[in-house]
């Protein structure tokens, strides 16, 4: 994974790049992109995952296997690493829908050890799964079809609408309009609570302690400088000084504090769809798995492909990446459905539905 959950593709990892299995010299995605190599190159069943801006769906989009992000507060976080305290949710990755169901009845649940986890009872996933999407309605944004699509992604997304009409759901246009700011909203609230959660790691409380050059340093300040220099990788210091600025005083009302109003805005636009809507159909990731090294040293190419994935963190709600797909390479393509709060059963009705009818999940990485 990458450090610290991160990043998109796993090489921000202390210990080198996992490998895509379905190519070699891909990225698997990110952060989690050790748990979906791992489930689409039979190394296991299944896995978890975290994920704070997509890192369990769009890992689970490039190696071609399903991953889900349940509502905030539905999975307790205990003993996870904080990455964005008020984004990240811990979820399954497996190599189908009903894997991801049985996996999910068993993480859900209120936790007291976690005052973020929900205490409402958790129904059988599993029952959701009996194939009927009969006059269920599905939104299309229309923003979230944009010009940098790869056009095989957005071929097999509407090829997959069609598959779920032939079953009887409807489909309809719908409109996210703040999505265009979601990335710039993410980018600081996550790096912003990400500073304040690194804090932690000072070589005192957490992680690793380094020894400044006695003869030179020898204050407790210098120990801390020096702990954080050798301890954190590149990643982790952009975001830290990244998140740092944008609270600190002066700064605080022009960024923090406004991305915290256009997260609301964002989610009223979810709030005002779902009015209508069972739920929403998406891309996972706007293009297929990238070769290692593509865009690791363009930190906001790397960013912007995070575009499908992270509205549904910053408003709380549950979403499943899964397979629809393939790109001329034989590179996965992800499809993901989207629902209301604590309604994951819609998501996997649909999924399933859509599963039942195509053979992707089928598909085997020959390594
Ligand atoms: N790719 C996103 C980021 O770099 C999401 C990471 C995650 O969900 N952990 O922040």
Request: net charge negative; charged share 20%.
């Amino acid at each position: 994974m990458d450090e610290f959950a991160f990043g998109s593709s796993t090489e921000n990892s202390y210990y080198g790049p996992t490998h895509n299995p379905w190519n070699l010299d891909c990225v698997p995605g990110g952060s989690s992109g050790g748990s979906a190599a791992a489930v689409a190159a039979h190394e296991t069943i299944w896995a978890i995952g975290s994920d704070t801006g997509g890192s369990i769906r769009q890992p689970a989009s490039f190696c071609g296997v399903v991953g889900i992000k349940p509502t905030y507060g539905r999975v307790s976080r205990y003993g996870l690493i904080a990455f964005a305290s008020s984004l990240d949710q811990i979820g399954p990755i497996t190599k189908d829908v009903e894997d991801s169901a049985l996996l999910l009845n068993i993480l859900a649940g209120f936790d007291t050890k976690d005052s973020t986890s929900v205490n409402i009872p958790v129904p059988d996933y599993t029952k959701a799964l009996d194939g009927n999407v009969k006059n269920l309605k599905i939104g299309i944004p229309k923003e979230f079809f944009i010009d940098g699509m790869d056009p095989e992604v957005k071929k097999a997304v509407l090829e997959s609408i069609e598959v779920l009409k032939k079953e009887g759901a409807h489909f309809i246009d719908v409109s996210l309009p703040h999505t265009d700011y979601s990335v710039a909203t993410y980018y600081i609230i996550a790096t912003a609570e990400a500073s304040s959660n690194l804090a932690r790691f000072d070589g005192v409380r957490h992680g690793l302690r380094a020894t400044p050059d006695r003869a030179r340093k020898s204050s407790i300040v210098d120990m801390f400088e020096e702990t954080r220099k050798q301890g954190l990788g590149a990643e982790a210091k952009r975001r830290i000084m990244l998140g740092t600025y944008s609270l600190s005083s002066g700064y605080y009302d022009a960024y923090y504090l406004r991305a915290q109003k256009v997260r609301t805005l964002i989610k009223n636009d979810f709030d005002k769809v779902f009015a209508e809507c069972d739920a929403i159909l998406t891309p996972t990731s706007p293009t297929t798995a990238f070769k290692i090294g593509e865009r690791v040293n363009n930190p906001l190419e790397m960013y912007l492909s995070d575009i499908y994935t992270i509205s549904s963190n910053l408003s709380g709600i549950p979403a499943i990446s899964l397979p629809c797909g393939f790109s001329k390479e034989c590179l996965p393509i992800g499809l993901q459905i989207i629902a209301k709060p604590f309604n994951e059963e819609m998501m996997l009705r649909i999924a399933f539905a859509y599963e039942q009818k195509t053979e992707w999940h089928k598909m085997r990485a020959e390594l």
